[in-house]
């Protein structure tokens, strides 16, 4: 018998994105699909276009009580691709602009809303039944702690950490509000430093703890990247595995994207992409490198040292474009720089179409972050023939290789990788690039090479499998 999964995530593509946790939720359980029987949840937010999708009422309500107040979840579910999903809609979690907060800051009630959609996938388990539950960050981390406490469910629980500087932390007085006891506010679970951590529930009653990376995997446990949770983390660590992302290779495909004017499946294929960006971003020089930084623009992604260092990089003779949005301030300082740089353009938006159309049209894609659990972006990119210039850290130190090392029969993906987040070895790389890109044959080669790699989720659902399967700790 093929085992049911519930996939629990606060975002998942195409539905709800504000990060790579919606691509991952989105790929992931089809890679799976032909292993278990998986089903997966989110909240349907109103900015989710329900007529788009066929999105509809099931005629299924769950009653949830929490802290003293009843709650009415209505079920909705849509089939998209010959997949089904379930969502959960309650005012209070789903009547939002934005999923967690404006460009200025979460919302205030973050705790309860997401302790709501906890509560809601715990009904769901209680109402259907799974044989695996798999959540994914803090908004549905306390379902592993309600799972804990209810004798009669016993599923096997896979908790997945996408980015540990997210641990859903506030204010104890929370617990009253959200049903949870006292008894629960201590070191070994919810409490973290006087506050209540949403994640610690789940690091804590899971059966297994998974992160996007190896390498992210080691991080976490020292004080540099681990959050304040690396006591923790070290604590629970023999359940600790890191695994890394894929891409769904369907979506990301440069010689079958219909978002591209030209599809193409080599280096020279780039360049009709390259001449129409260009035009329509307003840039000129069809022969000079193109870099672009696509994603949140967050301190992770490095964007301070990218402000600082993007005038030194427009200096070359280079374009430069940049897609995202995020924070305001960020995105006040990049305006400043484009208004002030014929070769920089911003686009600060989230727009999927464009960023395709950016990939395919890049000669570089810049990826500075300053912790990176897994990225995407660089096996993206990989795959649309752009090289890739990162920081190496975390998923990036996994999935990138050095370019000095290139081999032509390994089955690696090469980039240029710098140390130190400091302006000077960024700029130093990015230099490096624009040496590369004046010997076009070593360039289309290596560029070449990495589009024929594999960056499909394969094997990395084989390994969420193995998970998946391994035998209970009763005793954990
Ligand atoms: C988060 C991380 C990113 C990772 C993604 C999917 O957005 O910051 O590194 O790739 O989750 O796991």
Known sequence: M??????????????????????????????????????????????????????????????????????????????????????????????????????????????????????????????????????????????ALLVHKDPALSPKIIYTIHNLAYQGIFDSSILESIGIDKRYFTMGSLEFYGKVNFMKAGIAYADEVTTVSPTYAREI????????????????HAKLTGIINGIDTDHFSPATDGALISPYSDAKGKKANKSDLLKKLALRGINKPLFVFIGRFTSQKGIDLLIETLPKIAALDCNIALLGEGEEHYHEALDVLAASHKNIHLTFRYDEVLSHQIYAAADFLLMPSLFEPCGLNQMIAFSYGTLPIVHRVGGLVDTVKRLESYQEDSCSGYGLIFSTPTSRSLLSAVNKGCELYEDKKHFERIINHNMRCDFSWGE?????????????DIDA
């Open 2 to 143: 093929v085992k049911k999964v519930l996939f629990a995530a606060s975002e998942v593509y195409p539905f709800a994105k504000t990060g790579g946790l919606a691509d991952v939720a989105h790929a992931l359980p089809r890679a799976l699909k032909n292993l278990y029987d998986v089903t997966v949840v989110m909240p349907l937010y109103s900015i989710i276009d329900r007529n788009k999708y066929n999105i509809a009422s099931l005629g299924e309500t769950l009653n949830i009580s929490m802290g003293g107040k009843e709650y009415a979840i209505e079920l909705y579910g849509c089939t998209v691709e010959g997949y089904e999903y379930y969502f959960i809609y309650e005012p209070m979690l789903c009547d939002r602009k934005f999923l967690y907060g404006t460009p200025k800051a979460g919302y205030e009630d973050n705790g309860l809303r997401f302790a709501l959609f906890s509560y809601a996938i715990f009904a769901l388990l209680k109402k259907k039944h799974y044989e695996i539950l798999h959540l994914n960050d803090w908004q549905c981390a306390l379902t």
């Open 221 to 236: 446990l020292t004080g540099e990247f681990g959050c304040g949770l690396e006591g923790f983390l070290h604590f629970h």
């Open 460 to 472: 990395s659902a084989i390994a969420y499998g193995a998970l998946y399967e391994k035998e209970k």
